[in-house]
């Protein structure tokens, strides 16, 4: 009887050790905060029982995950006083010692602030138990970093128009040719030096890209714009780490990975359209294919040589209109602003010289085109 006893207190003993054990070796988590971690992966048991495989995404532009780590061994972990619940973290196949819980009690670690992980295989070796460490699990890290973007683009400047008249509207856009590689999180940036918006952002993802070739569909656009600035046009990645609601935007530097920032200026100039006529018709608004770099868009369509004259120039607010031959008919006189707008049409009368009022204008610059039976004449005017 009393051997039976024994074996019973035996097997009972083994039963619970069997079920600390269980309850001991479970699953763990990492809780972390303020990282850089573009993704997370979790997978139990890999890639043996009591190792834990904690697979981590940084950005292409990073090397190494950072962030708040705290290690936690989930399930039930009690000791008959608190105190003597301990913890320790160890390095492995180094065996160097990283942090421990203290006399805390507490059931989790929380690794030292400049602790960071390589890209590749890190493996931390929990050890716990009540009064001693005589239970172990293993937290393999591992880090992988996203593919680097590759570009090569051409971006380019071009007069948007009309559907229905194919007349300059006064504003641009940008055509891109060229192709890119990994492309996810790229956006482009158009940074005005003055005029709202300032930035505006358009995800590479919303362009139609050939999925084999990497190329964008030829002449693909973006963007308008009639405000006359310089414009700058920046790459940027931009992605939301995990555990976050904030996104985090890096510029990507100029002359990396083969992009370069894209600086243009448009002109009170830019992308306006020409009137040009013959004696014997009426003057057409034509939008004459040209260099949208230049400045003055002197090279739009052939001219005519002007039979009149402006002056003052500058002008307090009267201009004076005379001709300087007699066979021209003035028509009309329609002032633009910088951003090519409309601002003040007049009928001319028959006579010579006459004046025209501008002093309700504010001061700046401004384009007068002149109608004439042969052509309209674009003057620039500057009012004081």
């Given at each position: 009887?009393?051997?039976?006893?024994?074996?019973?207190?035996?097997?009972?003993?083994?039963?619970?050790?069997?079920?600390?054990?269980?309850?001991?070796?479970?699953?763990?988590?990492?809780?972390?905060?303020?990282?850089?971690?573009?993704?997370?992966l979790y997978s139990p048991n890999f890639p043996s029982v009591g190792t834990y495989t904690h697979t981590y995404t940084i950005p292409f532009y990073q090397n190494q995950l950072t962030g708040t780590f705290k290690l936690k061994k989930d399930g039930v972990f009690t000791c008959n006083l608190p105190n003597l619940r301990l913890i320790s973290i160890n390095a492995i196949p180094s065996g160097a010692f990283v942090v421990n819980n203290g006399q805390s009690g507490a059931t989790y670690v929380t690794l030292p602030n400049n602790y960071s992980f390589p890209v590749g295989v890190t493996t931390l070796k929990m050890s716990f138990g009540c009064g001693n460490l005589s239970n172990s699990i293993f937290f393999?890290?591992?880090?992988?970093?996203?593919?680097?973007?590759?570009?090569?683009?051409?971006?380019?400047?071009?007069?948007?128009?009309?559907?229905?008249t194919n007349l300059f509207t006064g504003n641009f856009g940008y055509h891109v040719n060229g192709t890119v590689?990994?492309?996810?999180?790229?956006?482009?940036?158009?940074i005005k030096t003055s005029g709202l918006p300032i930035s505006t952002i358009e995800l590479l993802s919303n362009f139609n890209i050939n999925s084999s070739s990497n190329a964008f569909t030829p002449n693909s656009s973006f963007y308008s714009s009639n405000t006359n600035t310089t414009y700058t046009v920046k790459l940027?990645?931009?992605?939301?780490?995990?555990?976050?609601?904030?996104?985090?935007?890096?510029?990507?530097?100029?002359?990396?990975?083969?992009?370069?920032?894209?600086?243009?200026?448009?002109?009170?100039?830019?992308?306006?359209?020409?009137?040009?006529g013959t004696?014997?018709?009426?003057?057409?608004?034509?939008?004459?294919?040209?260099?949208?770099?230049?400045?003055?868009?002197?090279?739009?369509?052939?001219?005519?040589?002007?039979?009149?004259?402006?002056?003052?120039?500058?002008?307090?607010?009267?201009?004076?209109?005379?001709?300087?031959?007699?066979?021209?008919?003035?028509?009309?006189?329609?002032?633009?602003?910088?951003?090519?707008?409309?601002?003040?049409?007049?009928?001319?009368?028959?006579?010579?010289?006459?004046?025209?009022?501008?002093?309700?204008?504010?001061?700046?610059?401004?384009?007068?085109?002149?109608?004439?039976?042969?052509?309209?004449?674009?003057?620039?005017?500057?009012?004081?």
């Open positions: 009887m009393k051997n039976k006893l024994l074996q019973f207190r035996k097997d009972l003993f083994f039963c619970l050790f069997c079920l600390l054990t269980s309850t001991l070796i479970q699953a763990q988590t990492i809780e972390l905060a303020n990282t850089n971690a573009a993704s997370y393999r890290i591992v880090v992988n970093k996203l593919p680097d973007p590759a570009l090569n683009v051409v971006l380019t400047p071009y007069c948007q128009t009309d559907t229905h590689i990994n492309k996810t999180g790229l956006e482009f940036n158009v940027q990645y931009r992605y939301t780490p995990v555990g976050s609601n904030t996104p985090i935007v890096y510029t990507i530097p100029n002359g990396s990975y083969g992009w370069t920032n894209h600086v243009w200026s448009k002109t009170f100039s830019t992308c306006m359209n020409v009137a040009v004696p014997n018709d009426s003057a057409t608004l034509k939008s004459v294919t040209a260099p949208i770099t230049d400045p003055n868009d002197e090279n739009r369509s052939p001219r005519k040589p002007k039979k009149f004259t402006t002056y003052p120039n500058p002008t307090n607010g009267v201009i004076v209109i005379e001709k300087t031959e007699m066979d021209v008919v003035l028509k009309t006189i329609t002032v633009y602003d910088t951003n090519n707008i409309a601002i003040m049409t007049t009928a001319l009368e028959n006579f010579n010289p006459q004046t025209i009022d501008l002093t309700s204008l504010r001061s700046g610059i401004y384009l007068m085109n002149v109608e004439t039976n042969e052509g309209v004449f674009v003057e620039k005017i500057v009012k004081n």
